[in-house]
């Protein structure tokens, strides 16, 4: 399989100088209350609030992994690895392996990919409405301390129909699945011309947004109490990307970083899945390793995926039909090589976060990866004991937690975990209402 080798990297060119919140809004022509932005601090305070910031990345891949060949069969730190955790044997104390965990009322089989990190219930049913995505969320508190809120990535997507990162307000953000496209966001600069360009479009989308407003303020007199509260959480979605204009506008003037790696090619076949995959995994590398994003999201759309390469191995069918393999043998074979090469990625995937050192510590320790699923066992589409991987943010791995099979625990417990890592006052979001049973992080030296 072709490796994209990555180089050094350097990290983006502060400013100068301190941004005068005054002089920035009188420039930009708008009175608005900006969020703290390290980029409108001094120098000094930018060094002690960016050195080791934490990330995350979540991964779904919508057909799962063969439950058998995952779960170990006993639980706590000394527990006996899987025939696929063998493969991540070198990275033991690195992750967490969850069995008996699952989202509340996420039911519907393939439907539920779309609630992988929302939690929200019965996908299936007539009417359904998604709530916001974890990614998003998250955004919402600490997006603006980079160029890019998110990265919301696919491999071999529909798109515009599937995906794991949704707004407040239930809408699905595409997710982009050209790994050149990527590298061309993170790292090409664009000209003078272009810069001006993109300006005139954030203004006028600014100038939209503002007319927008105004008008709904006549309507508003207009409306009834349930009808007023409707329009108040729209308002408040518009005033939201108002603030976000804003803080891209900033970013249009302000360097990219500066990376030796090659840009990629993109893989011109659907077959290539696993290609594309390493890809997104290495731009998601790079992306956290020159600070252009904290959040990223990879949908792995399986479901749409055919008959895909697999070094090694021969895969004759395609790879939904091997999810509904009826134990054949042949088929059981075909998709144990896929489990085990998404395995094998992962591994390579910790092995390159856990080279990058960061005051010390690994880019791994700085960076939550969950890689999980939204059916326990997709020959069947059960959503219940979803197989799932926790690696790296500094917590106390090496171990298999074991819920209840028969009432199984909030895997958006995890979720609420993962947003007081990310330095998110949060008691709950969605189902989650607790933080994540057994998991707690390195105690600080």
């Known amino acids: 399989m072709p490796r994209n080798v990555l180089a050094r990297t350097s990290k983006p060119r502060a400013f100068p100088g301190p941004l005068a919140r005054r002089q920035f809004l009188r420039g930009a022509g708008v009175s608005l209350a900006l969020p703290a932005l390290e980029a409108l601090a001094p120098a000094s305070a930018r060094a002690q609030t960016a050195d080791s910031p934490m990330r995350m990345l979540a991964v779904c891949n919508n057909l799962g992994l063969l439950p058998d060949q995952f779960f170990p069969t006993d639980a706590g730190r000394n527990y006996t690895p899987s025939p696929y955790l063998q493969t991540l044997q070198p990275h033991r104390n690195d992750f967490t392996v969850f069995s008996g965990v699952s989202h509340p009322d996420v039911d519907g089989g393939h439907p539920a990919d779309i609630c992988f990190l929302t939690?929200?219930?019965?996908?299936?049913?007539?009417?359904?409405?998604?709530?916001?995505?974890?990614?998003?969320?998250?955004?919402?508190?600490?997006?603006?301390?980079?160029?890019?809120?998110?990265?919301?990535?696919?491999?071999?997507?529909?798109?515009?129909?599937?995906?794991?990162?949704?707004?407040?307000?239930?809408?699905?953000?595409?997710?982009?699945?050209?790994?050149?496209?990527?590298?061309?966001?993170?790292?090409?600069?664009?000209?003078?011309?272009?810069?001006?360009?993109?300006?005139?479009?954030?203004?006028?989308?600014?100038?939209?947004?503002?007319?927008?407003?105004?008008?709904?303020?006549?309507?508003?007199?207009?409306?009834?109490?349930?009808?007023?509260?409707?329009?108040?959480?729209?308002?408040?979605?518009?005033?939201?990307?108002?603030?976000?204009?804003?803080?891209?506008?900033?970013?249009?003037?302000?360097?990219?970083?500066?990376?030796?790696?090659?840009?990629?090619?993109?893989?011109?076949?659907?077959?290539?899945?696993?290609?594309?995959?390493?890809?997104?995994?290495?731009?998601?590398?790079?992306?956290?390793?020159?600070?252009?994003?904290?959040?990223?999201?990879?949908?792995?759309?399986?479901?749409?995926?055919?008959?895909?390469?697999?070094?090694?191995?021969?895969?004759?069918?395609?790879?939904?039909?091997?999810?509904?393999?009826?134990?054949?043998?042949?088929?059981?074979?075909?998709?144990?090589?896929?489990?085990?090469?998404?395995?094998?990625?992962?591994?390579?995937?910790?092995?390159?976060l856990k080279a990058v050192k960061e005051n010390g510590v690994s880019l791994l320790d700085r960076t939550m990866v969950l890689y999980g699923t939204n059916l326990g066992n997709a020959h069947t589409h059960v959503t219940t004991n979803l197989p799932t991987l926790f690696a790296g943010g500094g917590f106390n791995h090496g171990q298999h937690l074991a819920f209840n099979k028969d009432r199984n625990y909030p895997l958006t417990n995890l979720f609420v975990t993962m947003l007081q890592r990310l330095g998110i006052p949060a008691k709950r979001f969605s189902t989650g209402t607790s933080t994540m049973a057994g998991l707690e992080p390195v105690a600080a030296a």
Not at 221 to 250: F, P, W
Not at 312 to 341: F, R, V
């Open 119 to 352: 939690g929200a219930p019965h996908p299936g049913r007539g009417g359904f409405r998604n709530t916001i995505s974890l990614d998003q969320h998250a955004a919402e508190h600490i997006g603006h301390l980079t160029r890019f809120p998110y990265l919301a990535l696919g491999v071999n997507v529909a798109q515009g129909k599937r995906g794991i990162s949704w707004t407040g307000s239930g809408v699905l953000i595409p997710a982009e699945e050209k790994p050149s496209e990527v590298f061309k966001r993170l790292f090409v600069t664009a000209t003078g011309d272009e810069i001006v360009a993109q300006e005139r479009r954030l203004q006028l989308g600014a100038s939209i947004l503002d007319a927008i407003a105004d008008q709904s303020k006549v309507v508003l007199q207009r409306l009834g109490a349930r009808d007023r509260d409707r329009m108040d959480q729209y308002l408040t979605g518009v005033r939201d990307l108002e603030k976000r204009l804003e803080v891209q506008k900033l970013w249009e003037r302000r360097p990219k970083p500066v990376v030796t790696a090659l840009p990629p090619g993109d893989p011109a076949s659907t077959k290539q899945y696993f290609v594309k995959l390493k890809l997104m995994y290495d731009m998601s590398k790079l992306a956290f390793e020159t600070d252009s994003t904290r959040l990223v999201t990879l949908m792995l759309d399986s479901v749409s995926s055919p008959a895909v390469e697999v070094q090694g191995a021969q895969i004759k069918d395609g790879y939904h039909n091997l999810s509904h393999h009826g134990k054949a043998p042949e088929k059981l074979d075909q998709l144990k090589a896929i489990d085990q090469m998404h395995m094998q990625l992962l591994s390579e995937l910790f092995a390159d």
